[in-house]
């Protein structure tokens, strides 16, 4: 192999701006501790995976002469019979409107990431602007900054709360600045939200879509549902914006996974798009970028729909993820955060519990808290990542998927501890 | 549900830019005829694939406690034990330096067409230029005008040979026209190339690189290799880019893929990039994109690769596409094309036949003789498709890959039936 010295190479402007990870950066100084426990990872729990079901379905799908051979290449927009079973998940959750979902207008994605990529391809140049709720999904905006758009906050309370009239205000304060045309789309992680759990009930969603209106900003809006499956006692109420009346005239993309909730390893979700022009660009980028989501994985995850395994499977799954959370809950309130000024909500479902220090303290990658962490075998994603705008510094996100019970108990400990001698 | 009339949408100039795949036009011309077969689809043969292997397999994957579990999230760029075996399987071909690949130069992909669109975003800004081989495979002609980029031809011989000085003086002209910096990269097909079959030889594939190094343009090469396995009788004896002393001095990326030989329905690709900048860039858009290619995808070709079990499968594959490619190639000899002036190579491996049509004669989509093909029952990709500049009209792309042996005969002998018809 040849090794020539390594030559500058004049890069795209997308390269120029895109940058790894920050949570890679924050990994890779974990390494200095092989002892340390993680609760920044985003895994699921091995324990909850569907194993044997996959087996099984497997079995059956690799017989000779089925209709639409999984192994073979499928459609770029995805399998007929699982598009349709989207529809049909995504009626059965309560409050949608049941008829009228169409399956022409659902796209299979590798994870509903992709979608969210496609999207942003599809609607926006570099410059323009996403508006995103403060705290907000951090891959997301650095998949944005990636992109070289700009993601700008919606002022949201201390639980990630929409404020309509902060929202009216950003509006304004755009439209003044000259930049309305470059507002492109607004961003909602709108049940049980990573990373503040926080979900979106149908009147402050509707409050969205009456100040949007009202300051004529009539933008696509994307949905990110990707939690809403993982509640813990009883589903989200709110309807989607899909089915909601206050978002009849907005142009409307609601994103769905079966990777997080069900098998992550698989890598399959969905796009449900409501208008038709902004499907057809999506679709054509994703031919360009793979010509389809694995048909295999489609066919298994179709087959786990039809056959009820998948509603069967998620209650085993999220009395597992409930137990998870009570557990870090309780720790974390015997660790005695509260009596030193922390703040946080007991989730109601998704993977995360959103932790607020007591104003002024410094949480972020470069904090001394965040070092001690490391040193004392805990790892969080510092809140700070969350934010557009880079402010506050005092949050922390806790997320309990991956590791076991026991383990996650010392993990929550060790934070504890620490928090402890911060608070000192 | 809502529907509120289809309201125009400011999208982004990459949208405004891409068209849906022309092959699906022609499909669904194609439609008006139910009785049509396809040597136009470049699907694989459902006959070969390896079902009860990935039943097996996918049975030991899905047991407890395997270490990295394959139903859970792995790494972006990949999994560590198939990036090895990759660079093992890489360095298996003839002539390859068997030393010296490096698993951390690989990156597994969705398929090798995910890795040519990372590597055109990384390198490319819109405008720019990249050369591709006459005729090349249109998903790239396709994927590059979707990326707002400028493919422009290398002149080639009638067989898809490198024309050298045709390169020369392409980028001289490209030069004299004050474009020398926004060419970015050259593509070639180099091994039983879509849609021509033809190989570059060791000789032919370093006099490329001589001219471009005496021209100046020490351009990223990339070698797309996806038909390198599916040879007939022998391996194709050129060695890679990746070891060849001639391009030492490029950047090069090297795309592979087990979807297209083995399984199309998993699919599962790699790149394999010698630049430490451009390929920490392709990573940092995968992962914004999807955060890595299904793990269980993986997990399956790894212990695939690893037991031994593609090789084996790949000898029964070849025997089986080897045997369809003769049988083609007998339908349109005993059809009488040759006398009536078709020119074509009988291929080596791949899954196409390139036709050249006599001088003069319309094969592109608009054609009377497209339409009357498939009012005849036959369907086929036009050439011209595969041309940057769109010239010449007289080719055409017959796929042997998906069609049974008996319609693949009627296939052939339908469209042997309509050349008569024109040449009469």
Redesign the interface.
Known sequence: ????G??????????QA????IIVDLMSRALANPDVLSLAA???D?EV????M??DI??EL???GLPE??????QNRGREGLRALSCRALAGHPGE?A????PEKVFIT??S??AL?LAM?????PG?IVLVEEPSYF?CL??LK??RLRPVGIPCDARGGILTEGLRERLRALDAAGER?RV?AIYLVSYFCNPSSHSLGAVAKAAVAGVLSEEGF?L?VIEDAAYRDLYFEAPHPAPSI??M?A???F?KLYLGTYTKPF?????VGFGYC?????L??M???K???????????Q?IIERVLAQGFYAEHLAGVRAHYAAKATMLNEVLEKGGLQQSGWRWERPAGGLVIWLRGPAGMHLGMESDFCARCIAAGVLYVPGDLCFAEGVPKNCARLAFGSLPPDKLRVAAERFCAVAAEFSA
Chains 1, 2 share one sequence.
């Not at 390594?6 to 390269?15: E, V």
């Not at 051979?69 to 499928?74: I, R, W």
């Not at 391809?121 to 140049?125: F, H, P, S």
């Open positions: 192999m040849f090794e020539p390594y030559t500058p190479l004049p890069l795209s402007r997308l390269s895109i940058r790894p990870p985003g895994f699921t091995n995976l569907p194993r044997v996959i087996r497997v079995a690799t017989r000779e051979e999984p192994l073979q290449y499928g409107q008829s009228g979902l169409d590798n994870g990431q992709q990529y391809q599809a609607l926006c140049d323009d891959v650095e998949l990636g992109l045309s492109k009539c696509p899909l089915s009346e978002f009849a005239a142009p098998a992550t390893g698989l890598k409501t208008h038709p022009v902004w057809e660009k679709l054509c980028m031919g360009h970028q793979d010509f389809g989501t694995s048909h295999f994985n066919a």
